[in-house]
Every structure is written in C-alpha cells, then in structure tokens.
C-alpha cells in the first residue's frame, strides 16, 4: 500500500553530501558543519554498547558502507514509478541539489511532483486540494525578499545523471 501523498520540509535524501550544493550553500544551512567536524566521528567522542565505535560510523544514522544503498540515500533510487505524489519544501540550503535530483527522477518516471519555497500553510492546503485527481507536477524557486517565483524545468532541475550521482557517493 502506497501512501496518498508525501509532504517533505527540507529533506536529506543524500547523506553522503556527495552534491555540490553541500559546500556551495553551507553559508545558508541551520547545519554548516563539516562531515569531519560532527562530535560523534571525533576520536573523543565516548563509546558505550549504544553506540559501537568499531566499525566507526561515517554518519549518526547509519554505517559507511550504507551511505550509497538507495533506502539511506535516496536521491539514489532508480526508479520512482509507482510513488505517491512527492511535495518537497526546501530553500537554498545543503541539500537543495539532491532533493531536486529526487523530484527530477520522480517527475521521469510519472509520479506527480511538486518542489517550491513558498509560505507553509498555503502550500500544503494547495497540495492537499482535488483528492483522487493527479495534481500537475511543478518546480519553482520562490526568492524570499522579492516574492518572486521563478518556474524551473522538471526535466533538468540538476546539471546530473543518475550514473554521475553513484560515482560521487
């Protein structure tokens, strides 16, 4: 069984922070810090049985050797036929280019999907309107200051194939 519909406010569908927009809108992100730099992957860091330390983890939610695997990084997934309808939003933050490689993949494969920065509560009450019908699948990037949307092409929301992306992680 499928849910109905997917809302997603600011999601990590990366955790190896393969993506560009890791580094190039840190200045932006609640979260800045380097991977090297997070407390629990320092050597100090205390261990007990709740958390092993051999191996060390590479992230707090999983092992090295997971962070490829599409159910942890799911900006990896191949194929999104069958999904519910996807509404992500996000701003200028880490992780903009990986959600936008998930919606790009799920708007290939037919799943209705919708990716805006824009104010909350009108977003969701649009996203939830004309159940049983499929809503059109967008893309824009509303800048804050001006209130201007600019649409953006589903079909090329990241300058990167899926192959390029499993090379990086």
Known sequence: MVPAGVALLSPVPDLAGAFASF?????CDIYPLLIEKLPYLEKRFPTDHIWPT???RAKFYCEAGMLAHPLV???L???WSGSCPIWIGMGQ???QDCSRMV???AHRAGVSSK???EKWMQAIVQFGKGLGEQPPSSACFVRARELKEEALDLDNLIDLSLEEVRKMT
Not at 23 to 27: L, W
């Open 23 to 27: 580094e190039r809108n840190a200045h």
């Open 54 to 56: 051999k191996p060390p």
């Open 73 to 75: 990084s799911t900006a």
């Open 77 to 79: 997934a191949e194929d």
């Open 93 to 95: 933050e880490q992780a």
């Open 103 to 105: 919606i790009q993949e």
């Open 115 to 117: 990716q805006i920065l």
